[in-house]
């Protein structure tokens, strides 16, 4: 089996955790930008880092490439809703923050107060994984406390990307 089909069967079982990505500009007005996202893990306990994986075909990418921190949220598995404003809506036509209950938090970045968990990290590093951008970040703030079962790739992979794939 080639690479890219064998890497297919590799994953096909998972079901990993689902987050939305959010960011904001810093200039003023500020630009908001908010996906969904499935590549998302923590990669140190010490120091604590996390790595947040953006498409290049996603709006939310274009504002993250330039930001100095992003927030990242974790849905609890009765947030479907939120999960599909984030991952169907493009930013590029829909005001997604319009929808949905949100805050300024740390660093400027917009904070979903109906998510689970969020965590604000300073960007550090920014790597090309191919068709993403993988997001190295240093916590900053966490806030939340989980809720429950995350919200797992099986409850959304029925959504319609709001970007072509």
């Known amino acids: 089996m080639s690479g890219t089909d064998g ?6 079982g998972l079901d990993y955790p ?3 990505v959010t960011v904001a500009t810093g200039t003023q007005p500020a630009e908001r930008s908010g996906c969904l996202v499935g590549f998302a893990t923590q990669c140190s ?13 996603n709006h939310t990418y274009l504002l993250a490439r330039a930001a100095s921190a992003l ?3 974790r849905l609890a598995a009765g947030q479907r809703d939120l999960a ?3 991952g169907e809506a493009t930013g590029d036509e829909v005001d997604k923050f319009a929808r949905c209950a949100w805050r300024t938090g740390p660093a400027g970045q917009p904070v979903l107060t ?5 965590l604000v990290g300073t960007v550090l590093d920014r790597m090309d994984l191919g068709d993403h951008v993988g997001f190295l970040l240093a916590p900053i ?3 939340g406390a989980p809720d429950g ?17």
């Not at 306990?45 to 994986?53: D, E, G, H, K, N």
Request: glycine share 6%; hydrophobic share 45%; with cysteine.
């Open 84 to 86: 599909s404003l984030f």
């Open 7 to 12: 890497l297919g069967t590799f994953v096909s």
């Open 114 to 118: 109906d998510s689970a968990t969020w």
């Open 149 to 165: 079962r995350p919200l797992q790739f099986s409850d959304v992979q029925d959504l319609d990307a709001g970007h072509p794939a």
């Open 45 to 57: 306990i010490s120091p604590a880092r996390m790595l947040v994986c953006l498409s290049k075909n």
């Open 18 to 20: 689902m987050f939305v």
């Open 141 to 143: 703030e966490v806030g």
């Open 71 to 73: 927030a990242v949220h």
